[in-house]
């Protein structure tokens, strides 16, 4: 265990890929999503829901863009919860999660709009399945984003 | 004055119904993220059955009526696969990893199988990119990352597991190979 933790932290294995992640990271970062997400469900057609939804939206683009390492929570993450912890018995690659933040910020936009054109259902519809998507990464570490990837390589190469 | 309680009363209206919208939806998605969950967490890195059956049904379906005798003589998908990416099947048995690009437990699954290979003589790892073998990945049936298919010695499937197994399972697996 300890030696896999220092192969990841040390210097880098060729083979690898560099700078791995605490795989805690994006289950922390999903939790917070999980929480302003079913805010949002409840205040929904209210302006402080929709307000609330665009800032998640900020997140998420935030986490597709700059990367998960880059999120107001992954900071969040580093300063106060991973000083407490153990050290994780292996790194992880951050490309899956920050695929994931991509497929989640495509929800949130499709919620707002639908929220800002009076569509309140399909809005909700929308936010309610980015939330399915950030409850199974915060309680399982299970990453829906990234499994529809080849879902959609394979609807891609098929159409 | 008139027009703020005005307001108030609209609000008031839809919040007011015992549960709105937004909270059957919460509720909804709290069961569904639970379900989904739970069932994942008990068949990740389960090896059952094959797919055998349907591979050939798929193979035989549009070809040659003779498709009984076709299917004996024609590779098994798997061995074509491993011979496709420049590896030879194992003299016991291969273990053959279909992987992506955006796959976090792809990761413990290859370091879990290569060393099932490294220590189990006759057992090769072979790990594949599903995305640039999609036809390979149509033909096997393969639907998720990380998916690892057991194939005999002469590289028909015996057994497959969808998500990241553990050693044992995968030990386990490999005992059914003879």
Same mark, same amino acid.
């Given at each position: 265990?300890?030696?896999?933790?220092?192969?990841?932290?040390? !210097?880098?294995?060729?083979?690898?890929?560099?700078?791995?992640?605490?795989?805690?990271?994006?289950?922390?970062? !999903?939790?917070?999503?999980?929480?302003?997400?079913?805010?949002?469900?409840?205040?929904?057609?209210?302006?402080?829901?929709?307000?609330?939804?665009?800032?998640?939206?900020?997140?998420?683009?935030?986490?597709?863009?700059?990367?998960?390492?880059?999120?107001?929570?992954?900071?969040?993450?580093?300063?106060?919860?991973?000083?407490?912890?153990?050290?994780? !018995?292996?790194?992880?690659?951050?490309?899956?999660?920050?695929?994931?933040?991509?497929?989640?910020?495509?929800?949130?936009?499709?919620?707002?709009?639908?929220?800002?054109?009076?569509?309140?259902?399909?809005?909700?519809?929308?936010?309610?399945?980015?939330?399915?998507?950030?409850?199974?990464?915060?309680?399982? !570490?299970?990453?829906?984003?990234?499994?529809?990837?080849?879902?959609?390589?394979?609807?891609?190469?098929?159409? | 004055?008139?027009?703020?309680?005005?307001?108030?009363?609209?609000?008031?209206?839809?919040?007011?119904?015992?549960?709105?919208?937004?909270?059957?939806?919460?509720?909804?998605?709290?069961?569904?993220?639970?379900?989904?969950?739970?069932?994942r967490a008990?068949t990740d890195g389960?090896?059952?059955?094959?797919?055998?059956?349907?591979?050939?049904?798929?193979?035989?379906?549009?070809?040659?009526?003779?498709?009984?005798?076709?299917?004996?003589?024609?590779?098994?998908?798997?061995?074509?696969?491993?011979?496709?990416?420049?590896?030879?099947?194992?003299?016991?048995?291969?273990?053959?990893?279909?992987?992506?690009?955006?796959?976090?437990?792809?990761?413990?699954?290859?370091?879990?199988?290569?060393?099932?290979?490294?220590?189990?003589?006759?057992?090769?790892?072979?790990?594949?990119?599903?995305?640039?073998?999609?036809?390979?990945?149509?033909?096997?049936?393969?639907?998720?990352?990380?998916?690892?298919?057991?194939?005999?010695?002469?590289?028909?499937?015996?057994?497959?597991?969808?998500g990241a197994?553990?050693?044992?399972?995968?030990?386990?697996?490999?005992?059914?190979?003879?």
């Amino acid at each position: 265990m300890s030696t896999i933790h220092e192969r990841a932290t040390g !210097a880098a294995t060729p083979t690898d890929t560099p700078a791995g992640i605490d795989p805690r990271g994006p289950q922390l970062t !999903a939790a917070l999503t999980a929480v302003v997400l079913a805010a949002v469900l409840l205040l929904a057609p209210h302006p402080a829901g929709v307000a609330l939804l665009a800032v998640q939206a900020v997140f998420f683009a935030i986490g597709a863009v700059a990367g998960v390492q880059r999120t107001p929570h992954a900071w969040l993450f580093r300063t106060v919860v991973r000083p407490r912890l153990a050290p994780p !018995a292996e790194l992880e690659d951050p490309a899956p999660p920050r695929f994931a933040q991509g497929v989640g910020l495509a929800f949130a936009l499709v919620g707002l709009v639908a929220l800002l054109a009076g569509a309140t259902v399909v809005g909700q519809v929308a936010v309610g399945l980015a939330l399915v998507a950030a409850l199974l990464n915060a309680l399982f !570490a299970f990453c829906l984003g990234c499994e529809l990837y080849l879902v959609g390589a394979r609807l891609r190469a098929a159409g | 004055m008139v027009e703020r309680s005005g307001r108030n009363n609209r609000e008031r209206r839809s919040v007011a119904p015992c549960m709105s919208t937004g909270a059957w939806i919460l509720v909804a998605a709290v069961v569904l993220a639970l379900a989904v969950g739970l069932w994942r967490a008990a068949t990740d890195g389960r090896f059952r059955g094959t797919h055998r059956v349907r591979a050939g049904e798929a193979a035989g379906s549009g070809a040659v009526p003779a498709d009984r005798e076709a299917e004996a003589v024609e590779t098994p998908p798997g061995a074509v696969l491993v011979a496709e990416v420049g590896e030879t099947l194992g003299e016991r048995a291969t273990l053959l990893q279909f992987s992506s690009a955006f796959c976090a437990p792809c990761r413990a699954t290859r370091r879990v199988l290569a060393d099932v290979a490294g220590v189990v003589p006759g057992v090769a790892h072979v790990e594949v990119d599903a995305e640039h073998h999609l036809e390979a990945v149509r033909r096997l049936g393969v639907l998720r990352t990380p998916t690892t298919i057991v194939l005999a010695a002469d590289g028909t499937e015996v057994t497959r597991a969808a998500g990241a197994p553990r050693k044992e399972q995968v030990l386990a697996a490999l005992a059914t190979v003879e």
